[in-house]
């Protein structure tokens, strides 16, 4: 047997010599052959290993090589077309491409073209993102996202099948994978030697194969329907290059790379003889020694636990104590620009509140004049509007102008008042109903706004309190502020009061909304530094914790009272000076 082996290799290598030698000779051609004199063979242009254009420009990957092996041992000249897959498939059916040289088979397409004998397998699986839900098969791919190769198998056979998710179809399946990374479809399904490749060049790290064989198909050659001869050109060719073990060395090189290497186990059993034994030993010495350590490395890591604890809280206490810095400079800024603005404000509404006693004077001299001139002459025009309607109207707008510019000037004084920088804070008697009543003028216009039912009653009698009146008036803003905000609509009402508790000897103002409540869970939380729950909307948390650092500093205390739905109320309470204090 051995010896008929060596006669056969030679005479089966000289008859294939001889058949290549007949095939390409001119007289071969002349002979109705149905091979055109240069085979247009098409491709994917980006379908790597298998078929792709390298950074040359030029073919390159396992379906050229292979093709050129085919097109050598069987004299065919070749030239490669690589383009987008839909466009390849339609261009054989045209006619502009002789032979795809990589397609994989099933019954649908095998109605469309003619298969070779195939030349590799592709298995495809379905790559997720390294944060996506486990699968554990196609059908938990329902109402999903799914990115497809275009005209790729896979899209045929979900296409097929009636897929409930959404396909997202891609010219290549880089582009596939691509979208996977981004976020911008759920799960791709791909082959997983060009995945994997295209993993690798592109370094998409977030993404791996979830379920690694969905579906395995034969990788052929295809031929335009009833293309008979030159397919079994190539089936002959690619016979002829496995018997030499060409086909071998193409496949080791472009495919071998990318596949798991085949578990020898005598040779792991050989050095598990070799390796575990001696570790087993080293590793039984390590336990022993390092029981020895256990209880030193414990006290050890308790105590670095516990200075890292306390040098993360120093580190938060320290950050918190620059945010504040930074919005207290913030602040500062702001009081200085209000300033300025109130003095430019203030100028011309002390010219209108010169000139409008002028007016309404001068409107009182001429007022007999007109009149007059009425009774005599009948009605006549003054500044669009007759004379009988505009002598009742003259004085009602003279006066409201006046009222309008005292208005403004207690409003821009005010103001002043309160962002005037108060370095020594100094404390000095003030009436509690005064307080609160020019801090809601401060609010007005956010308050109108907010909400059409205000109720505001003072107390008849509240002794005075020892304060420094802007920091207590900065309070009563912000809560009002805040209860403005908690409204859901306009209807929703906000109810003030002040009262005397001499049981405490204390001033108290409460603040009560109709708004939506606070969570049980945050209401040990309100005074904390940044703590909001308005972080959308702009806020900052530092309002009830700057409240509540003014209100202890003046020996007073705030106190929350709220459930979701029903509404908030604040109680502010401050020491009132007793008679013994008076001075």
């Not at 041992?73 to 491409?97: D, H, P, Y």
């Not at 804070?425 to 216009?445: I, S, Y």
């Not at 109108?448 to 309190?465: G, M, S």
Request: aromatic letters at 6%; hydrophobic letters at 40%.
């Amino acid at each position: 047997m051995h010896l008929n082996k060596l006669f056969i290799w030679p005479l089966y290598l000289c008859v294939c010599v001889l058949q290549v030698l007949t095939w390409s000779s001119p007289a071969f051609a002349d002979k109705g052959s149905g091979v055109p004199a240069s085979v247009i063979v098409g491709g994917d242009r980006d379908y790597p290993p298998y078929e792709f254009i390298d950074k040359n420009g030029q073919p390159a990957g396992f379906n050229v090589e292979l093709t050129r092996a085919i097109a050598e041992v069987m004299g065919m000249k070749v030239q490669f077309r690589l383009g987008g897959w839909a466009e390849m498939r339609s261009a054989l059916q045209s006619g502009r491409v002789d032979v795809l040289e990589g397609m994989s088979y099933s019954e649908e397409r095998a109605s469309e073209v003619d298969f070779s004998l195939p030349h590799a397998l592709v298995n495809h699986a379905v790559f997720a993102r390294s944060d996506s839900p486990v699968i554990t098969s196609v059908e938990e791919l329902r109402n999903r996202s799914v990115a497809v190769h275009r005209s790729g198998i896979m899209h045929d056979i979900l296409r097929q099948q009636g897929f409930s998710g959404r396909l997202e179809l891609t010219d290549t399946p880089a582009d596939a994978l691509r979208l996977l990374a981004a976020g911008k479809t759920d799960y791709a399904i791909v082959a997983i030697l060009p995945g994997m490749y295209i993993i690798r060049e592109l370094k998409l790290s977030n993404i791996h194969p979830t379920i690694r064989n969905v579906a395995t198909h034969r990788y052929c050659f295809a031929v335009k329907k009833g293309n008979d001869e030159l397919l079994s050109r190539f089936n002959e060719g690619l016979a002829i290059v496995r018997k030499t073990g060409q086909y071998q060395v193409i496949y080791n090189k472009w495919l071998g790379v990318l596949e798991p290497e085949h578990v020898d186990w005598k040779t792991v059993a050989k050095y598990g003889a070799v390796v575990v034994i001696p570790l087993v030993l080293l590793l039984g010495g390590f336990a022993l020694w390092s029981r020895t350590l256990h209880r030193q490395v414990a006290v050890r890591t308790a105590d670095l636990t516990r200075e890292i604890a306390e040098r993360k809280h120093a580190e938060e206490e320290l950050r918190l104590n620059q945010q504040q810095l930074v919005q207290a400079d913030k602040l500062a800024a702001l009081g200085v620009l209000v300033s300025g603005v109130a003095h430019e404000i203030n100028n011309p509404t002390g010219l209108i509140l010169l000139d409008v006693p002028i007016l309404k004077r001068a409107h009182g001299d001429i007022d007999g004049i007109l009149e007059e001139f009425y009774q005599a002459h009948g009605d006549f025009m003054v500044g669009g509007l007759p004379y009988s309607e505009m002598r009742q109207e003259i004085p009602r707008v003279l006066d409201e102008m006046q009222d309008g510019a005292k208005r403004i000037k207690r409003i821009v004084n005010d103001l002043k008042d309160f962002a005037r920088r108060d370095d020594v804070a100094e404390k000095q008697q003030v009436d509690f109903n005064t307080v609160v009543e020019t801090a809601l003028r401060l609010v007005e216009p956010t308050i109108r706004k907010a909400t059409r039912h205000l109720q505001v009653e003072y107390a008849d009698w509240i002794p005075p309190i020892l304060a420094n009146s802007q920091r207590i008036e900065q309070v009563v803003v912000n809560l009002v502020l805040n209860a403005c905000q908690a409204l859901p609509d306009p209807e929703r009402g906000i109810y003030i009061t002040t009262r005397y508790n001499r049981a405490t000897a204390s001033a108290i103002v409460s603040v009560h909304d109709e708004g939506i409540g606070i969570a049980p869970e945050n209401l040990s939380r309100l005074t904390d530094p940044f703590f909001t729950t308005k972080r959308e909307s702009g806020g900052t948390g530092l309002g009830l914790s700057v409240s509540d650092g003014i209100i202890k500093d003046h020996g007073g205390q705030l106190h929350f009272k709220s459930s979701p739905g029903t509404g908030t109320t604040v109680t502010l309470s401050l020491p009132v000076i007793r008679e013994e204090q008076m001075t």
